[in-house]
Nanobody, 127 residues
Framework: QVQLVESGGGLVQAGGSLRLSCAAS????????MGWFRQAPGKEREFVAAISRSGDSTRYADSVKGRFTISRDNDKNTVYLQMNSLSAEDTAVYYCAASAASYYSGTYSRNRDYAYWGQGTQVTVSS
């Protein structure tokens, strides 16, 4: 069982930055691949970024590549999403997700790649 709690969302002007945090419970954090997804009103949930257990591998959706950075601190049981150069298209509820500890796959961008989800944090980019 993993509980995930996102924080750091809010209102930001276009071109600005935010850093989201995801705090995970338990002592198995480093056994989970972690991801960020987002869902805009009326849209399907979409993949944003993923990071491997050790943090040595990251992946990004094309829409955020070069602007967003995912990182993790396994000693703090926390995953981060640094979001730069934000635009109105980034407005969404952002969700943190964790894979099952036993899950090993070459995929990372599907909902089914993750077993645990946070409650989401709202990011609103104004123009």
């Amino acid at each position: 069982q993993v509980q995930l709690v996102e924080s750091g969302g809010g209102l930001v002007q276009a071109g600005g930055s935010l850093r989201l945090s995801c705090a995970a419970s338990g002592r198995t954090f480093r056994m989970h691949n972690m991801g960020w997804f987002r869902q805009a009103p009326g849209k399907e949930r979409e993949f944003v970024a993923a990071i491997s257990r050790s943090g040595d591998s990251t992946r990004y959706a094309d829409s955020v590549k070069g602007r967003f950075t995912i990182s993790r601190d396994n000693d703090k049981n926390t995953v981060y999403l640094q979001m730069n150069s934000l635009s109105a298209e980034d407005t969404a509820v952002y969700y943190c997700a964790a894979s099952a500890a036993s899950y090993y796959s070459g995929t990372y961008s599907r909902n089914r790649d993750y077993a645990y989800w946070g409650q989401g944090t709202q990011v609103t980019v104004s123009s």
